[in-house]
């Protein structure tokens, strides 16, 4: 739908103006603008008052006065009577109710006082009082902000229940769920990846404000040192920020590497890197922490009315997998540490670690389909970008009709082929789902004796950056080849990821591997010369017009790019494919 067709065409306007300013800044309000804008885009109804909006995702207070303010102004400048406010329309129609039912029966009721809405202060020593003080050690800067870990380091002495165990061993919820409270009533951003990053919003640094004014913040912090001498006497029983502060167990043992837990970091060597790369000191998850476990893709299914045949198959030979939604590709392997706080102890996140493991399946019938649409070397592109060095392609034979096959024959073959010798891909055929079944629950078996005697080094994800990652793990490859380095699962999903933490970059990418023969090694090309969609279009535009301005087209890419070889060579045919798609853009 065209944004003129919104029931409310003036006010969507303003605020797709505020969500490009947004997106030009990289600010942080973009996700607010957007999610704002896509929900009062697809609403029907007409809104007479902008304050009327925060029923509608992504409409806060805020947001609201500013619309407000945005009418007032076009009301004043083109001679228009301003809308009046609900609660003042409201309250004139309640009046009329009030005097029609007073002419009836005789004096009016005395009015009752319009309670306006308490400002939001959070409960003394709770999780979201804790986060918000622990998040205002940070400038007012959107540059800035604390990782997950750091977070509860700061807020966990400002709060009386644990962030990382729940108070109820019946239930799941901690004190870090009320971040979700915080994040709903944007009192805090969030962003960054593969690590996310928090910090106040506006709005939050004056809930910040207004808990620092409160009797029970003045009485805890009047005197610091009386404080924390007191400290302990608070409440007995709560949960300490370091749980290895008080005393050691088996658990924390573990993390001992002929060394105490304290320095083990301090006394690694670091890791060097060339360049601008980063150098640090992996985290060590020791033999005896962790077990090696299968995680299948939930859309991995026999059929839509027998969902659950190969996550029961696995389980009955003694692979049962982890069911769950996959970033990028249908199966892969994951240390899960026996201690679900192990990681968050030791620095990193979660309790998942991602092995050089992956797989993706495809039926024969997938596999053609992905040919003809393109998503065939999309999958693959992205699979080498996931930075897992071991690639299996599961090809499932099934019966075909013989004029189908004898169609595309030559394509899968050649596709088999190119997975194979360019990518460097194991591919394995199987005639049927069960032969893939009893493969992954063998494979899971061997994997389990690899590294289950390992100790695994990890990447410390604030180390990690969307640039940075692949050429981080292949300089550690190449340079220590004995010692596998590994990131955790939130980490890996989140580089994988294909939703709107996408980069301009991968957009682009994607763009351009929608021409037919753009595969992802000659789209990695084409970005190398032009980094963004607008300096492709420009490049285009500077050809020219008339007859010579168009042969400069098409045959820009085969002569801007004709020191390339092999694979990645573009041919005649192709430049001209490409100039008529974006030549004319």
């Given at each position: ?10 006010l969507l306007?303003?605020v797709?103006?505020?969500?490009d ?54 009301c ?9 406010h ?6 004139a ?17 005395k ?14 020593r709770?999780?979201?009082?804790a ?12 540059s ?13 002495p400002?709060?009386?229940a644990?962030f990382?165990?729940?108070s109820?061993?019946?239930k799941?919820?901690?004190a ?25 919003t506006?709005e ?9 004014e409160?009797?029970?913040?003045r009485s805890?912090?009047?005197d ?16 300490s ?17 002929d ?8 006394t ?8 601008s790369l980063?150098?640090f ?5 020791p ?23 190969m996550?029961d ?6 692979a ?13 392997w ?6 679900s706080?192990?990681l ?17 399946r495809?039926?024969l019938?997938?596999l053609?389909?992905s ?9 693959k592109?992205?699979l080498?970008r ?19 096959w ?16 360019v ?11 069960d ?7 063998r ?57 709107e ?11 351009l ?7 992802g ?12 969609p ?5 490049a ?12 400069r087209?098409?045959e ?13 060579k ?16």
């Amino acid at each position: 739908m065209a944004d003129e067709e919104c029931a409310n065409p003036q006010l969507l306007a303003w605020v797709k103006e505020w969500l490009d300013n947004a997106r030009e800044r990289n600010s942080k309000g973009f996700t607010t603008y957007r999610n704002a804008y896509e929900s009062l885009k697809a609403c029907p109804l007409v809104f007479q008052h902008p304050a009327e909006l925060q029923q509608l995702k992504g409409f806060g207070p805020k947001l609201c006065e500013r619309l407000t303010d945005m009418l007032k102004k076009h009301c004043h400048g083109n001679g228009l009577p301003m809308p009046e406010h609900p609660q003042v329309r409201k309250a004139a129609e309640r009046a009329q109710r009030e005097e029609r039912g007073a002419a009836q029966d005789g004096p009016a009721p005395k009015k009752r006082k319009t309670k306006q809405p308490k400002a939001y202060v959070p409960g003394f020593r709770s999780g979201a009082y804790a986060l918000l003080i622990g998040l205002s050690i940070l400038p007012d800067d959107t540059s800035v902000g604390l990782t997950k870990a750091d977070l509860i380091e700061a807020s966990q002495p400002h709060c009386d229940a644990s962030f990382t165990a729940p108070s109820d061993p019946t239930k799941f919820y901690t004190a870090w769920s009320s971040m979700k409270t915080l994040v709903q009533k944007e009192l805090v951003y969030e962003r960054g990846r593969p690590l996310r990053r928090y910090a106040l919003t506006d709005e939050g640094w004056d809930v910040v404000r207004r808990i620092k004014e409160t009797p029970q913040w003045r009485s805890e912090n009047k005197d610091d040192g009386q404080r924390k001498e007191n400290q302990p006497q608070r409440q007995q029983g709560a949960p300490s920020a370091h749980p290895s502060a008080e005393h050691s167990t088996s658990a924390d043992l573990i993390t001992l590497d002929d060394e105490t837990a304290s320095n083990d970091h301090a006394t690694t060597t670091e890791t060097m890197m060339d360049g601008s790369l980063p150098g640090f000191n992996p985290i060590k998850l020791p033999p005896g922490s962790f077990t090696v476990r299968l995680v299948l893709d939930v859309h991995e299914v026999r059929a839509k009315t027998d969902r659950d045949y190969m996550q029961d198959e696995l389980a009955k030979q003694d692979a049962a997998p982890i069911m769950r939604s996959l970033e990028v590709g249908d199966a892969q392997w994951v240390a899960k540490c026996h201690d679900s706080t192990l990681l968050q102890r030791l620095g990193a996140e979660g309790d998942e670690v991602v092995l050089d493991w992956i797989v993706e399946r495809k039926r024969l019938d997938d596999l053609i389909g992905s040919i003809k649409d393109g998503r065939f070397h999309e999958q693959k592109f992205r699979l080498k970008r996931s930075g897992v060095k071991k690639v299996i392609y599961i090809i499932e034979d099934i019966s075909i009709d013989a004029t189908t096959w004898q169609r595309y024959e030559e394509a899968v073959q050649s596709a088999i082929a190119s997975t194979q010798v360019v990518n460097g891909y194991f591919v394995k055929r199987t005639t049927k789902m069960d032969e893939t079944v009893k493969y992954l629950s063998r494979l899971t078996a061997v994997l389990k004796r690899k590294y289950e005697k390992q100790t695994l080094h990890i990447i410390p994800s604030k180390m990690i950056t969307p640039q940075n990652y692949l050429p981080l793990l292949e300089n550690l490859r190449r340079t220590q080849p004995s010692m596998g380095f590994y990131v955790t699962y939130e980490a890996f999903s989140s580089l994988a990821s294909k939703s709107e933490l996408m980069t301009l970059r991968d957009v682009f990418l994607k763009m351009l591997m929608t021409t037919r023969g753009v595969t992802g090694e000659r789209a990695l090309e084409i970005q190398k010369s032009w980094l963004t969609p607008y300096d492709f279009v420009q490049a285009f535009q500077a050809c020219g017009s008339g007859e010579q301005g168009n042969k400069r087209k098409r045959e820009l890419i085969c002569n801007q790019l004709s020191h390339l070889v092999g694979r990645k060579k573009f041919s005649k045919a192709l430049s001209h494919r490409i100039a008529d798609i974006w030549g004319d853009a």
